[in-house]
């Protein structure tokens, strides 16, 4: 099993994924004939998180762009809070044998 910094900074980086596939989506919003990727999360068997992007047939959707913005964002910041919850942590208990 995986620390939880290192299960963290794994979906630190399938959030970054995500956000880029997002970025992509919307600079070719107005591109003829540009079709969506999405990014699909799966769980890793030793713990974390990876993304995949996918080629879709569909055309861009700005509400659902919006939406995958707001979603990476968020997951951003919880799993920065994890990380800095875990320092924390770490620090009180090296305070405490010290």
Do not use: Y
């Amino acid at each position: 099993m995986s620390g939880i910094n290192s299960i963290s900074g794994s979906a630190l980086q399938a959030f970054g994924a995500s956000q880029q596939v997002t970025a992509h989506n919307v600079a070719n919003l107005n591109t003829t004939d540009f079709k969506a990727s999405r990014v699909s999360f799966q769980e890793n068997r030793s713990g974390g998180v990876s993304a995949t992007a996918t080629a879709t047939q569909d055309t861009v959707d700005i509400s659902r762009e919006a939406t995958n913005l707001i979603s990476n964002t968020q997951g951003f910041k919880v799993n920065l809070t994890v990380i800095k919850a875990a320092d924390d942590m770490t620090k009180q208990l090296l305070s405490l044998k010290a």
